[in-house]
């Protein structure tokens, strides 16, 4: 559902989809089942989960691997379970190509 409406889980979102430092904030969106990350970057220390356990609900990682905060964005990529992943070298943007549009609407139609 689409804010407020509540989903099956009782939250306010289905998913969430942030970029850069809005992904971070996604990332700390209760209940949310999924989510879309682009560029992401980890949230500030001492928020969000702190269990030591990888997250395993489905997410999709967008970013350049050339960018300046790659490593950051492979942080946040490893703290899930079985991530999907897409690379792309439009730097530290969200991507306009369409291969890379493509698997992001893919993402979202099959969570």
């Known amino acids: 559902g689409e804010g407020g409406e509540g989903?099956?889980?009782g939250g306010a979102f289905d998913g969430v989809i942030g970029f850069s430092q809005g992904a971070a904030m996604a990332l700390l969106v209760?209940?949310?089942r999924w989510a879309v990350l682009l560029s992401a970057i980890p949230p500030?220390?001492?928020r969000g989960p702190s269990t030591g356990r990888r997250d395993a609900?489905?997410?999709l990682h967008v970013y350049d691997a050339a960018e300046p905060h790659a490593h950051l964005?492979?942080?946040v990529e490893a703290s899930f379970e079985g991530?999907?992943?897409v690379r792309h070298g439009e730097g530290h943007a969200v991507p306009r190509a369409e291969a890379a549009t493509r698997e992001m609407?893919?993402?979202v139609e099959r969570v």
């Open 73 to 75: 964005c492979r942080r």
């Open 44 to 46: 500030p220390r001492g």
């Open 57 to 59: 609900r489905p997410s």
């Open 30 to 32: 209760p209940g949310a």
């Open 105 to 107: 609407v893919r993402f």
């Open 83 to 85: 991530p999907a992943v």
């Open 7 to 9: 989903g099956e889980g």
